[in-house]
């Protein structure tokens, strides 16, 4: 299942200064618009109910989250598609031709008019990122890494709310932390808990070679591989991560960190883990998982965020 219900996420983020701007009634009156019958719309973005994209049939409020989607609907047409129709279209105009030639002016509006055509035919494509807000600690985790998503998401939440969520942005000095945490681990405390975090088989680093030629090595369960690399000055840029709490084997999380200082700090492929279950309480096992994808989420703020 995707987002919040899925086994694996990526996730990003965010913080909100004052969640009382967020409300049920915002998030409706931003909702997401349908295009499918909207023939010249190449893409529409707007708010959907947290597991129904179609309607509000699921209520925002979870105890301390509010919880609800991003949806983009994109129609486009693959290049190699237009080209097909637009060589048709030329050779056509060209046989009306005296001359048998189309002008560059002419090729340019007859691959509009193809495009046009073609993406009148296309289906729209949705994209969904679930997102959750703690409504206590402003804490916003939006299920996607995909820069296009975020961007989306950052205009539609100014539109929605009148303001931005400020991205959490990892430290300048994480491509040392990945490799501490690689050769040694790292430990943080939080909640009253203990973690510890340690490699957990996946690492990207990038180099370059004595002629100045650039290299990447992506490498799994291949410590020697890596070694190799760092012996060589090649820099993380990607780490998985396997996390553990109170040394409890059954209470263990993997995800990826990458090395980039800039933009949006996010966590890729978070598996937690497994939840409980058993409980009456249809919100349980939701508000089961956002804990264990908060629980990551602070450790990761704890160490790596720039303060």
């Not at 989607?69 to 048709?88: C, H, I, N, T, W």
């Not at 031709?97 to 729209?124: C, I, M, N, W, Y």
């Not at 949006?264 to 939701?286: F, H, I, M, Q, R």
Request: aromatic share 6%; net charge negative.
């Amino acid at each position: 299942m995707p987002g919040f219900k899925a086994s694996s996420m990526d996730i990003a983020l965010f913080r909100v200064a004052d969640t009382s701007v967020v409300t049920e009634d915002k998030l409706k009156r931003h909702a997401f618009r349908p295009i499918d019958d909207l023939k010249g719309e190449e893409s529409a973005a707007g708010w959907v109910g947290f597991g129904d994209d179609t309607e509000w049939l699921a209520p925002v409020e979870h105890g301390e989250w509010m919880v609800w989607s991003l949806r983009m609907d994109r129609r486009s047409v693959p290049g190699p598609v237009v080209s097909k129709y637009l060589a048709e279209a030329v050779r056509e105009e060209a046989g009306k031709a005296e001359d048998g030639k189309v002008s560059r002016t002419r090729r340019k509006e007859l691959k509009e008019l193809v495009r046009s055509k073609l993406l009148a035919r296309a289906e729209p494509v949705p994209t969904v990122a679930d997102v959750a807000l703690n409504v206590h600690s402003g804490l916003l985790l939006v299920g996607t890494k995909s820069g296009g998503m975020l961007e989306k998401f950052m205009e539609c939440f100014r539109g929605a709310f009148g303001c931005e969520p400020a991205e959490v942005r990892f430290r300048e000095d994480m491509p040392e932390l990945l490799r501490t945490l690689y050769d040694e681990g790292l430990r943080a405390s939080l909640g009253g808990h203990d973690f510890e975090l340690s490699e957990a088989g996946l690492a990207a680093l990038e180099g370059s070679t004595a002629e100045g030629e650039k290299v990447a090595i992506t490498a799994r369960n291949d410590r020697a591989a890596v070694d190799a690399g760092l012996e060589k000055g090649f820099g993380l840029v990607r780490l998985g991560v396997g996390m553990l709490r109170d040394n409890d084997s059954s209470l263990a999380w993997t995800f990826a960190l990458d090395g980039a200082t800039e933009g949006c700090a996010t966590l890729s492929g978070v598996k937690t883990p497994a939840a409980s279950g058993g409980d009456d309480n249809p919100d349980a096992a939701l508000l089961e998982k956002l804990y264990l994808l908060e629980q990551a989420a602070g450790v990761a703020l704890e160490l790596f965020e720039r303060r």
